[in-house]
């Protein structure tokens, strides 16, 4: 379980938010929503201790991620997947060994073992027969699959994805969604998805934390979302024709 | 305020390069490819700027000492000792900052921008021990590598440029160069190439580690990485200077 503690972060005077205070339970998937800008990146960075926050506390199954030593917080954050939002892939590399570089580096498998695992991974995002193509020769929706077949090649407990649908057509979107609830369900992840697409929230969330006014303005789950009538949540998620739809229908 | 901000996170990212040292096996496989590029891919640039540098250096001085009470071989003890002591370090630095400290910056600057030191470090990765450690001890080792090079290619230069102007015969050219060699000057080329090596990877890696903003970012930290890099290898050059020699 991940239990994030009065959370506040600022960049000098900018605050970005503050007295954030939130439960993700283990197999749930959240999705944390917001206007561009927000902060929701950083939250999530904060989540792994990518950044460090001005006060508050993450805890990790109960260990306090922002208090470990170096070398305890590298350890735990093998338990991560980050999928981030421009994938992150190595350029210098091809797919199969950005998929396999945290297996040749954190576990002693052999090389066909590695191989085993790494087609295993690209499997589950459908790219086996892409995976001896060069970073550069891969479409962007590609290039997010690749980079979740990464996420979750050490198997991990958490997988965090920022934006997994920004830029991508809505055919290639849907794509991306099945696969989050797909890994979710067959491996058993618990699933933190940062993104302001609702179609995508709707598709793949059990609860969801809006961050709005620089604090967590609403959290809940996905049914009392559509119920709630918390003023600038219902503008948020009402901002497009398709969610005013969906909600005249749900109402 | 500015500057000591930076100094103080280049001295933070160094203290943590040096407790990342031990990591060996996060960093063999590049530290290998780094001397490769750092290295062996520099071999032709230093070449050509030993190479040019003895030249000129002949044909000026043979210029500047026409006289019949100058011996000619005093033109190849000038530009021998010129090369070892002085041009073939500082020159090649200066030349190095801008093709290996611009290649470092850039690379880690656009590992920054788009996300990939993130990616390192969230997989659970010490991204200073795999990105900063084997580029810095790369260049330590390489540079004074490339001074040999540079020494030979910039004696050869003058020698053959002396040869075929006509303005000083091999012999003579040969006979300066001995009579006076100290061999402290190559030891002092020597070190000053490890300090310079130093340097410019260093300034590069941190340039680039901390590079923010985008295409745009990157650009300001690679040229920021090479004026900083060329700037302190001349202030390093005065200090070895003045406390050595």
């Known amino acids: 379980m991940i239990e994030i503690k009065n959370l506040t972060k600022s960049f000098g005077d900018l605050l970005v938010w503050e007295d954030v205070s939130f439960n993700i339970q283990d197999g749930e998937t959240i999705a ?3 206007k561009s800008g927000c902060g929701k990146s950083v939250l999530i960075k904060h989540i792994n201790a990518l950044l460090v926050p001005d006060s508050g506390s993450v805890l990790i199954d109960g260990e306090d991620i922002h208090k470990m030593d170096y070398v305890s917080k590298r350890k735990l954050r093998q338990k991560f997947g980050v999928l981030f939002q421009g994938s992150a892939l190595f350029d210098s590399i091809n797919t199969f060994e950005n998929v396999a570089f945290p297996l040749r580096y954190f576990s ?9 695992n790494v087609m295993e991974a690209l499997s589950h995002v459908n790219l086996e027969d892409a995976y001896n193509k060069e970073t550069s020769e891969l479409s962007g929706g590609m290039r997010k699959r690749v980079g979740l077949a990464r996420a979750i090649v050490l198997k991990p407990n958490y997988i965090m994805y920022d934006e997994p649908t920004s830029g991508l057509d809505p055919q290639t979107s849907q794509e991306i969604n099945e696969l989050i609830i797909d890994l979710a369900k067959s491996l058993d ?10 179609h995508s929230v709707l598709k793949v969330a059990d609860k969801v934390a809006f961050l709005d006014q620089e604090k967590l303005s609403w959290h809940g789950t996905v049914e009392e979302m559509k119920k709630s009538e918390h003023k600038a949540l219902i503008d948020f998620i009402t901002a497009s024709e398709y969610q005013i739809k969906q909600r005249v229908e749900y109402n | 305020m500015k500057a000591l901000r930076e100094l103080g996170n280049y001295s ?3 203290y943590q390069a040096l407790r990342s040292s031990t990591e060996f096996k996060t960093y063999r496989k590049s530290f ?4 490769v590029k750092i290295g062996y891919d520099s071999v032709p640039i230093i070449m050509l700027t030993g190479f040019f540098t003895g030249s000129v250096m002949t044909i000026q001085s043979a210029y500047q000492l026409e006289s019949a009470f100058i011996p000619l071989s005093t033109i190849g003890a000038i530009v021998s000792e010129s090369i070892l002591i002085e041009l073939a370090a500082v020159i090649s630095s200066l030349v190095l900052a801008g093709k290996v400290g611009a290649r470092i910056a850039t690379e880690l600057g656009t590992m920054r921008v788009s996300e990939q030191i993130d990616a390192l470090e969230s997989m659970g990765f010490n991204s200073v021990s795999f990105l900063v450690v084997p580029r810095v001890l790369a260049g330590i080792m390489m540079f004074p590598v490339l001074y040999i090079v540079a020494c030979v290619f910039g004696i050869g230069g003058g020698l053959l440029a002396g040869l075929f102007t006509g303005t000083v015969p091999a012999a003579d050219f040969l006979l300066g160069a001995r009579m006076y060699f100290q061999p402290w000057t190559v030891i002092f080329g020597f070190v000053k190439m490890f300090v310079f090596g130093f340097i410019i990877t260093s300034i590069s890696s941190y340039k680039g580690y901390y590079a923010t903003g985008g295409a745009e970012g990157v650009g300001k930290s690679t040229t920021n990485a090479t004026v900083i890099s060329c700037m302190v290898v001349l202030l390093a050059d005065f200090l070895l200077a003045s406390l050595l020699l």
């Open chain 1, 189 to 198: 992840i618990t699933s933190i998805v940062v993104t302001h697409d609702m």
């Open chain 2, 12 to 14: 933070t990212l160094l």
């Open chain 1, 108 to 116: 002693n498998q052999s090389e066909e073992e590695i191989r085993n």
């Open chain 1, 32 to 34: 944390i929503i917001g």
């Open chain 2, 32 to 35: 290998f490819h780094e001397m």
